[in-house]
T-cell receptor, first 115, second 117 residues
Framework: AQSVAQPEDQVNVAEGNPLTVKCTYS??????LFWYVQYPNRGLQFLLK??????LVKGSYGFEAEFNKSQTSFHLKKPSALVSDSALYFC?????????????FGTGTRLQVTL | GAGVSQTPSNKVTEKGKYVELRCDPI?????LYWYRQSLGQGPEFLIY????????DSGLPNDRFFAVRPEGSVSTLKIQRTERGDSAVYLC???????????????FGPGTRLTVL
């Protein structure tokens, strides 16, 4: 079975400071990893993904994430946070083998960026 | 282009009633997924269609839940004899056909908030 852990319910950061939202995963085989963002009363918006290749992946709105196989982690990062980044962030994983396509999500981390 | 659309955006029903939730995927996307998001939780997988057929329905919680996609485009999630525990946001996502570049990325609609009184 595949699973995702987001150990922090909320992350608080001041605007202009770097931010990190943590994610660890468990999956059979090689993982496909994703980050999505959810704004109030909106659906999930795709931010970035790791499929293969470079461990550092860059996505939308200046976000990036680093895949670490030995630590089974895929932490989301941004060098300089904006107030508009405040939202709910979800990490997700799927197995790269076979045709199974379902995503397994973490419970989400609320990012609060203050002035 | 247009994204995934879902109707209605909100649905309030009484316990025991039947409801239908509709999803219209991104044009050209052959894969369609349903997820359920309860308050304070991440989305949980319900069912996955590849074309008209359900390729994986392992997430459907019980036989009160059923989904169809008769023409390989629009999908309807049907819930019979609704219970208060069915209250949640039901999310639909679509993606390109497996094997296509970018097929691994699922794009989500805004969801339908279902409230069972």
């Amino acid at each position: 079975a595949q699973s995702v852990a987001q150990p922090e319910d909320q992350v608080n950061v001041a605007e202009g400071n770097p931010l990190t939202v943590k994610c660890t995963y468990s999956v059979s085989g090689n993982p496909y990893l994703f980050w999505y963002v959810q704004y109030p009363n909106r659906g999930l918006q795709f931010l970035l993904k790791y499929i293969t290749g470079d461990n550092l992946v860059k996505g939308s709105y200046g976000f990036e994430a680093e895949f670490n196989k030995s630590q089974t982690s895929f932490h989301l990062k941004k060098p300089s946070a904006l107030v508009s980044d405040s939202a709910l962030y979800f990490c997700a994983v799927r197995d790269s083998t076979g045709t199974a396509s379902k995503l397994t999500f973490g419970t989400g981390t609320r990012l609060q960026v203050t002035l | 282009g247009a994204g995934v659309s879902q109707t209605p955006s909100n649905k309030v029903t009484e316990k025991g009633k039947y409801v239908e939730l509709r999803c219209d995927p991104i044009s050209g996307h052959t894969a369609l997924y349903w997820y359920r998001q309860s308050l304070g939780q991440g989305p949980e997988f319900l069912i996955y269609f590849q074309g008209t057929g359900a390729a994986d329905d392992s997430g459907l919680p019980n036989d009160r839940f059923f989904a169809v996609r008769p023409e390989g485009s629009v999908s309807t999630l049907k819930i019979q004899r609704t219970e208060r525990g069915d209250s949640a946001v039901y999310l639909c996502a679509s993606s390109l056909q497996p094997g296509h570049l970018g097929a691994d990325t699922q794009y989500f609609g805004p969801g339908t908030r279902l409230t069972v009184l």
